[in-house]
């Protein structure tokens, strides 16, 4: 459910909050899909996808970041901003192997709460 609609989101509170997804085995992954909220024009701050084959991302590796001040804690990232559209924001994850993948973002331009619609991960 792409959809943006009440109901189609998970909301998470204030400040720098994260979900992980466990693939349950490792796999090379080629992409990443995400959606936070597109039903009105939004840009979420410190957005970092890392990839880790340890549940307690210990030797992970960042896909994507754009945290310009490191305010999550996780590093300076090097990506640009992104107004969220109902197309997603796609990530090349560049066939990095790892079992667990996680999402992190800390509130957006219209409130401090942090959203997602769904996330996907394609690899193999």
């Known amino acids: 459910d792409k959809q943006a609609s009440d109901g189609s989101y998970t909301e998470l509170g204030p400040f720098v909050q ?3 997804v466990d693939l ?3 796999f090379d992954i080629y ?3 995400l ?6 024009a939004r840009v979420y701050f410190d957005v970092v996808v890392q990839v880790s084959k340890d549940k ?10 754009n945290d310009i001040d490191n305010s999550a804690g996780l590093g ?3 990506d640009m901003h992104y107004v969220e559209t109902s197309e997603g924001k796609l990530i090349d994850a560049k066939g990095v ?5 996680r999402f992190t973002s800390n509130g957006n331009n219209a409130s401090e709460l942090n959203h997602y ?7 193999k």
């Open 18 to 20: 994260h979900i992980t």
């Open 24 to 26: 349950e085995t490792e």
């Open 31 to 33: 992409a990443i899909l």
């Open 35 to 40: 959606w936070h909220y597109h039903k009105q």
């Open 56 to 65: 307690d991302f210990i030797d992970s590796i960042t896909v994507f970041n």
């Open 76 to 78: 300076i990232g090097k």
């Open 97 to 101: 192997q790892g079992r667990y993948v």
């Open 117 to 123: 619609i769904e996330v996907e991960v394609f690899g």
